[in-house]
């Protein structure tokens, strides 16, 4: 009995990994299938139709242009001249406004789980760099005093004004917003069906060419904890259609500290340190990229209880948290669409 449900896992698991990721699609004459790393992320973007070549090379110099502009190290983007210069005043391009004043809109609704203005935070402790180190407290407790993000102002002509010091980070939300520039590139181009993978951040546009929805997995975020199932075993997967799934968790970028304790790289903008809660990931199911990024990311800081409660005030989406003691909590609505594909050891449903 117990190898028969095993082997049933396996060929579950087949099914709905793919070249592209843990998704499946069936597989098209005309599917064009583009891979590219930028944002410091490998990207897939799949798309199916006559023009698909064409349209993937697009999708492709649109992330680059994005790039460009939103790195903080490519030295000519608007990023890069904001954390580099001692001006309180920096001309910057239209989009790039456009995205700190998403970035306020977040910071102010999630009391500040979400701030992109946490860089120099997460630069001493060795993200940009790999050079990882536990930092101090005092220098944490002084580096805090320049990541109050609400002292950002945008003015009608795209201009910054900040504080001197105040350093930005697009890392939660720039690959989701990048995702909805290329659906709507994808879109412009007359494509109906087109799936793509930013490192785990999933979009998809319309459903696949036979019209059956797409079928997306959610990683096992406990890949050293299960003897025998690596990472790239899904514990959950969801069928989607116009819609985005992206995930946070600490499972992938961590470093260890001397003890072994993991020091993961989203950080509680409170404290300064990397977050520790008892949740393995989050994943956002909603219309936008920059939406869900922003969420995924803003929920995991939150931690469990203040994650539901968020979404209780702020139903416009779904989510799955998945917890380091291996429960599952989700939104109602998922209750269709959802596979478990674990033997999870609760399941609340949070309506
Ligand atoms: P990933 O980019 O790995 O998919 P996230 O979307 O959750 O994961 O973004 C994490 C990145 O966002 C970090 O690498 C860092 O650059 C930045 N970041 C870390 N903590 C926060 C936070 N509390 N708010 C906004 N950005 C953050
Ligand atoms: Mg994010």
């Keep these: 009995m117990r190898k028969s449900v095993f082997s049933l896992l396996i060929l579950v698991f087949f099914i709905i990994s793919s070249t592209a990721g843990l998704t499946s699609c069936s597989r098209k004459p005309d599917a064009q299938i583009t891979t590219f790393t930028s944002m410091n992320t490998y990207m897939t973007v799949k798309s199916y139709g006559k023009k698909a070549a064409a349209a993937n090379k697009l999708v492709q110099d649109e992330i680059e242009r994005l790039e460009s502009i939103l790195s903080t190290t490519i030295e000519s983007s608007d990023v890069w001249k904001i954390n580099n210069t001692n001006a309180s005043e920096i001309q910057i391009s239209a989009e790039t406004a456009f995205l700190i004043e998403q970035g306020l809109y977040f910071y102010k609704n999630t009391d500040g789980a979400f701030n992109p203005a946490l860089y120099p935070v997460i630069r001493e402790w060795g993200f940009t760099t790999?050079?990882?180190k536990i930092p101090p407290e005092e220098?944490?407790?002084q580096l805090l005093d320049s990541t109050d993000f609400s002292a950002v102002k945008i003015t009608d002509n795209s201009k910054i004004i900040r504080p001197v010091g105040l350093e930005l980070d697009f890392g939660a939300i720039g690959k989701g917003y990048a995702g909805d520039c290329a659906i709507e590139l994808l879109k412009q181009n007359k494509i109906e069906s087109a799936l793509l993978d930013f490192g785990g951040n999933i979009q998809v546009l319309g459903c696949k060419p036979d019209g059956s929805y797409w079928t997306v997995g959610i990683k096992n975020p406990w890949p050293d904890k299960i003897k025998g199932q690596e990472d790239l075993l899904p514990v959950v997967s969801i069928k989607i259609k116009n819609a985005c799934m992206i995930t946070s968790g600490?499972?992938?970028?961590y470093f260890s500290g001397p003890d072994g304790h993991k020091f993961i790289h989203?950080?509680?903008s409170k404290t300064g340190c990397p977050v520790e809660n008892n949740l393995a990931s989050v994943t956002i199911i909603c219309q936008s990229g920059l939406y869900g990024d922003?969420?995924?990311t803003s929920l995991f800081v939150m931690g469990?209880?203040?994650a539901i409660d968020f979404w209780r005030q702020n139903p416009?989406?779904?989510f799955v948290i998945i917890t380091n003691d291996q429960r599952?909590?989700?939104s109602a609505s998922l209750d269709k669409s959802i596979s478990l594909l674990f033997d999870f050891t609760s399941v609340q449903i949070i309506e």
């Design 130 to 132: 790999g050079d990882y």
């Design 139 to 141: 220098k944490l407790l």
């Design 250 to 253: 600490g499972y992938e970028r």
């Design 266 to 268: 989203i950080f509680d």
């Design 294 to 296: 922003a969420l995924s």
């Design 304 to 306: 469990e209880e203040k």
């Design 316 to 318: 416009d989406f779904d």
């Design 328 to 330: 599952i909590i989700y």
